[in-house]
C-alpha cells in the first residue's frame, strides 16, 4: 500500500515532468501574460490607493481597509503571477471572487451608513476589470495545461 501511494504523490518521476513544465512555463512566460500580470498588479496597486484617490478615506473607513487590504492582496498576487507563474497562474482564478467581492462591498461593508456614488462606481468598475483578468488568466492557464499535453 505504501509503494502505491509513493509512486502516485511523486509526479517529478515521471519522465515527461520536465518537458510538461517545460511547456507551461513557455505559455506563462510569454509577452501577453507579462502583460496581464503588470495589470494585475496595477489594478491592485490602484485599488489600494483608491479610497484617497476618490476621497472617500475620511469617510468610510471600513471600506478604506477593505480596499486597501484586497489591494494589497491582488497586487501580491499579479507579482506572484509574474516572478512565480508555474506556481501562481493556477491560483489566478482568486481575481474572480475578488472582483465579485470588490462589487459587492460598498453595500455589505458600509451597511451602517451609505455608500456614495463614487464609493460605489469605483469598486464596480475595479470588481468588473478583476473579473475579466480573473478570465483571462484562467484561459492562459488552461492554454498552458493543454500544452502540457
Excluded at 91 to 99: C, D, E, K, S
Aim: net charge positive; glycine share 8%; with cysteine.
Amino acid at each position: 500500500m505504501s509503494e502505491t501511494s509513493r509512486r502516485i504523490s511523486d509526479i517529478t518521476a515521471h519522465p515527461d515532468a520536465a518537458e510538461m513544465r517545460e511547456r507551461f512555463e513557455r505559455v506563462v512566460e510569454t509577452p501577453r501574460a507579462a502583460l496581464l500580470d503588470g495589470m494585475v498588479v496595477l489594478l491592485g496597486t490602484y485599488l489600494a490607493i483608491s479610497p484617497w484617490v476618490v476621497r472617500f478615506h475620511a469617510t468610510s473607513p471600513e471600506l478604506t481597509t477593505n480596499n486597501l487590504i484586497i489591494g494589497l492582496v491582488l497586487a501580491g498576487l499579479g507579482l506572484g503571477m509574474a516572478l512565480l507563474p508555474g506556481r501562481m497562474y493556477p491560483l489566478a482564478w482568486i481575481t474572480i471572487p475578488i472582483g465579485g467581492w470588490m462589487i459587492v462591498s460598498p453595500w455589505v461593508v458600509t451597511a451602517t451608513h451609505s455608500a456614495t456614488k463614487g464609493m460605489i462606481w469605483n469598486n464596480i468598475c475595479i470588481g468588473a476589470v478583476a473579473i475579466i483578468l480573473g478570465f483571462a488568466a484562467q484561459g492562459m492557464t488552461f492554454m498552458a495545461m493543454r500544452a502540457r499535453r
